[in-house]
């Protein structure tokens, strides 16, 4: 089937049918903690080809034919919808594309619709807890989320976990997904729900605003991870569970912060910086831990960097930046991804200028006053999520604007590094010594520009007992739901 008619052939199913469809296979890749590990999508459809579909779907209004894909008619016409999307290829490349322009592009869109949908949901529902119930004398974040949603976070928090718990295949409850099951759901979070739904045409205008053309669907920033509930003719659907966690943690930020410049200054301030001493406090791989402090140096007052870590003779500068991707990314807008090349490259400027013109001369933060050598200084610019630019390009800006020789400009790429907040929270609670990492990767410039620190090869669970600990709390609350499971008699006793 060709790419251009699969709106056509969609006309002939009705918007039920293809909502339920979509939901059924998103069910497939689904699994407690996010979405099922690498290897088992294998011989399924991808997360981003089920939202493509899904947009396909919404799009494709005026059904007039009323078909469903249970018969072997269905079954073909779906089976080659799903190959139309997986084969096509999105867009022409212009005269000028070149081979370097490719790689870039293609770890851009392969970054934000891939990498960011594998990434421990019970991390990111730690770190969405802190954000959302932070205060101190300069914000107060959970009254402004209050304010804003007329609910506390955890209420988001519980529906995002039971459907993760409940709508995975294979789960020993999956029978119960019914239409019962679902209104229990509807009715029980109905208060939640409303800010996280969308009637079809109001979604439809919003989605027009980031797409005019059918070749975007699979980059384009898809609304379904905002609104993943849509209401058609008075009745809800749920088309894609897989995109609740994100609806529920990223998008929930950016729709509190969005237009109040104010809260956002605040929230990269106090509410980042504290989250960062936080979750480093949780690690055991350092034994100095400095958070940001003024200094006076020539009579003028300045600040250190956001945090500094020492492990025995070794030294670590952490710089924390609520960076997010922009959305003109996602379709390869080249101002969006020169904008994020420079602002990128002046947070590394600013992190290698501290560390090598003024830690260890201007101020030194640590109890024995000592002098570290340079190659034994490390950097990390922390960003609240990753755009997937390719490292190097952001450390040729640096080296440009900084006029560097081909030594220094080896330090620079050896001992700075870029990370997301992701990574970070990894690293802590899978135990992991950030330090052991940064020297490895110091002596691998084959390893110089990856996006992670982490060996590949080596799998570990989230060991800390912190985020253990959340887990089983955020468990427990399940109990209740279950109870009213029971006593609506859906789960029989």
């Known amino acids: 089937m060709e790419y251009e008619r699969i709106p056509l052939v969609l006309k002939r199913f009705s918007f039920e049918a293809k909502m339920e469809e979509a939901q059924r296979y998103s ?85 934000l619709t891939q990498f960011i949908l594998q990434e421990n949901k019970y991390m990111k529902y730690y770190r969405y807890s802190y954000f959302f119930n932070f205060s101190n004398d300069f914000v107060d974040m959970k009254t402004e989320f209050f304010g804003k949603f007329n609910q506390n976070y955890e209420d988001f928090l519980q529906l995002s976990n039971i459907v993760n718990l409940f709508y995975p295949e294979g789960n020993s409850l999956q029978s119960i997904l019914n239409e019962d099951f679902h209104n229990l759901i509807y009715k029980e979070f109905s208060q939640v729900i409303k800010f996280l739904e969308l009637n079809r045409q109001e979604f439809i205008d919003l989605q027009r605003k980031l797409i005019n053309k059918s070749e975007h669907y699979v980059t384009s920033y898809n609304y379904l991870y905002t609104y993943p509930f849509i209401l058609h003719q008075e009745k809800r659907y749920f088309p894609l569970p897989h995109t609740l966690t994100e609806a529920v943690t990223t998008s929930l930020l950016t729709r509190l912060t969005a237009g109040n410049n104010d809260l956002r200054s605040k929230f990269g301030k106090y509410v980042l910086e504290s989250y960062l001493t936080h979750i480093v406090s949780l690690g055991s791989f350092f034994e100095e831990c400095i958070e940001e402090y003024p200094y006076n140096f020539k009579r003028n007052q300045r600040r250190t960097v956001d945090l500094m870590l020492r492990k025995q003779d070794l030294a670590l500068l952490i710089e924390c930046k609520s960076i997010v991707p922009q959305r003109g990314l996602r379709n390869l807008n080249e101002g969006d991804i020169e904008r994020t090349i420079l602002r990128l490259s002046e947070n590394m400027i600013q992190l290698y200028g501290n560390a090598t013109m003024k830690f260890g001369k201007e101020y030194h933060p640590f109890d024995e006053r000592k002098t570290f050598e340079l190659s034994d200084t490390f950097g990390i610019v922390i960003m609240l999520e990753d755009s997937f630019i390719r490292r190097e390009e952001i450390y040729k800006k640096v080296a440009q604007e900084l006029d560097l020789d081909i030594d220094q400009y080896n330090h620079l ?19 992991w010594d950030l330090f052991e990492l940064l020297g490895k990767n110091k002596v691998n410039p084959q390893a110089w520009f990856d996006f992670t620190l982490i060996p590949i090869e080596i799998r570990k669970e989230g060991l800390n007992t912190h985020l253990k600990s959340f887990i089983d709390e955020l468990n427990r609350e399940l109990t209740n739901f279950v109870d009213v499971l029971h006593k609506e008699g859906i789960i029989k006793s």
Not at 413 to 418: A, E, R, T, Y
Not at 420 to 426: A, C, G, N
């Open 27 to 111: 069910n497939k890749i689904m699994s407690p903690s996010g979405l099922i590990e690498a290897n088992l999508l294998r011989g399924k459809w991808l997360p981003w080809e089920l939202n493509t579909y899904a947009l396909f779907s919404i799009f494709t209004i005026n059904e007039y034919n009323n078909q469903n894909f249970l018969n072997t008619y269905g079954k073909k016409r779906f089976s080659e919808i799903m190959t139309s999307i997986r084969v096509s290829q999105h867009g022409e490349k212009p005269k000028s594309y070149s081979s370097s322009n490719f790689l870039r592009d293609f770890l851009i869109v392969v970054g």
């Open 413 to 431: 790429c050896s001992n700075f590094k870029f990370i997301s907040l992701y990574e970070l929270e990894r690293i802590i609670f899978e135990d």
